[in-house]
C-alpha cells in the first residue's frame, strides 16, 4: 500500500516541478517585459519621429528633384538656342569666307596677269589679314 501510496506522490511532485519551473519562467519573462516596456515605447516613438523626419526629407529631396527638372529644361533650352544662332553666325561666316575667297582669288589672277588693268570690286569683302598676306607673298 506504501507503494501505492509513493507512486501518485511522485508523480504529483514531477508534475508540481514541471509547473513550478513554467511557473518562473513566466514570472521572469513578465519582470523582463515590465523591464524593456519602457524601452520598447521608447524605440516606437523614436521609429515615429524618425519617420517624420525622413518623410520631410523624401519631401523636400521631391522638391528639389522637380526644380532641378525645370532648371534642367531651361539649360537645354538655352543651348539649343546657343547651337541654333552658333550654326546661323558659322553659315553666315561660310558665305562670307566664299565670297572674301571669289574675290582673293580675282585679286591674284590680276597679280598674275599685270596686262590687264581691271579693278576688282568685292561686295561686303571680309577677308582676314592672315589670307590677305598669304595672297601677296
Known amino acids: 500500500s506504501i507503494i501505492i501510496l509513493a507512486l501518485p506522490i511522485s508523480v504529483i511532485g514531477a508534475n508540481f516541478t514541471t509547473q513550478w519551473i513554467e511557473f518562473t519562467d513566466r514570472m521572469k519573462m513578465k519582470e523582463q517585459a515590465h523591464h524593456l516596456r519602457p524601452n520598447f515605447v521608447s524605440l516606437v516613438k523614436s521609429v515615429r519621429e524618425h519617420n517624420a523626419v525622413v518623410e520631410e526629407l523624401l519631401q523636400e529631396i521631391r522638391l528639389i528633384e522637380q526644380n532641378l527638372g525645370h532648371a534642367l529644361a531651361s539649360i537645354r533650352k538655352t543651348l539649343a538656342n546657343q547651337d541654333e ?31 590687264e588693268e581691271k579693278e576688282v570690286q568685292c561686295s561686303n569683302e571680309r577677308t582676314s589679314p592672315d589670307v590677305e598676306a598669304d595672297v601677296e607673298a
Do not use: A, F, M
Request: include cysteine.
Open 85 to 115: 544662332e552658333e550654326e546661323r553666325q558659322l553659315k553666315e561666316r561660310r558665305r562670307n569666307n566664299s565670297t572674301s575667297l571669289s574675290c582673293i582669288e580675282e585679286k591674284v589672277e590680276l597679280q598674275l596677269d599685270p596686262k
